[in-house]
């Protein structure tokens, strides 16, 4: 069996992961729409630890036999990003200086079977779960193929809608595709300190 990884390095999981415990101030995108709940390319984030932007790229990935485009995603220090945001008025308050509780991994698991056999699993990180004091914000990508970002937001007691774009897999006679998600705490992907 063939397994390709797009997952987070550990770097970009303890720059997200530094995040908690500081002061949201506000999110923003240069590409996205006036609402905020789309962005094309890159999102940042920014607290009173930090300003990190999550990028999406399609990188080349072998599925079976044939190549294909599929989404990675990555965390870099972006300044440019948060500028053009600035100028094109781009940015998103809500929450601000709310504690930042807790951080998740969207990670999704796809399995590609010919017959009962699992030929090719992909394991990719697909976005990144904030918890506030008043509720949470998810940024994730729109799918496997695609770097645009959706954002969702909730407040506390209702139910965050996280964007699920699994079902873009097409199964076949002769294969079928199947893919689970989880939402891992960030903690749980950290080297344990004593």
């Known amino acids: 069996m063939n397994t390709t990884s797009l997952v987070l390095p550990l770097s970009d999981l303890e720059q997200i992961a530094s995040n908690i415990g500081s002061r949201w101030n506000m999110r923003g995108a240069s590409q996205s729409l006036p609402d905020g709940s789309f962005a094309m390319d890159k999102v940042f984030i920014s607290t009173s630890m930090a300003t990190v932007t999550i990028c999406a790229s399609l990188v080349d990935v072998l599925i079976g036999e044939e190549p294909d485009e599929v989404v990675s995603i990555t965390i870099v220090d ?3 990003e948060v ?6 008025g781009r940015l998103y308050f809500q929450f601000k200086d709310e504690i930042v509780h807790s951080i998740s991994i969207v990670r999704d698991i796809t399995r590609r079977f010919v017959g009962e056999k699992c030929e090719w699993t992909l394991i990719a990180d697909r976005g990144v779960i904030f918890e506030l004091e008043s509720g ?12 645009d970002f959706f954002i969702s937001t909730s407040l506390t007691g209702e139910r965050l809608e996280v964007p699920d774009f699994r079902n873009l897999w097409e199964s076949t006679l002769e294969e079928r595709y199947e893919t689970t998600r989880h939402l891992i705490p960030i903690e749980d992907l950290l080297p344990r300190t004593s």
């Open 78 to 80: 972006d300044p440019v």
């Open 83 to 88: 500028r053009l945001a600035s100028t094109r």
């Open 136 to 147: 949470s914000l998810a940024i994730c990508t729109g799918g496997d193929f695609t770097t």
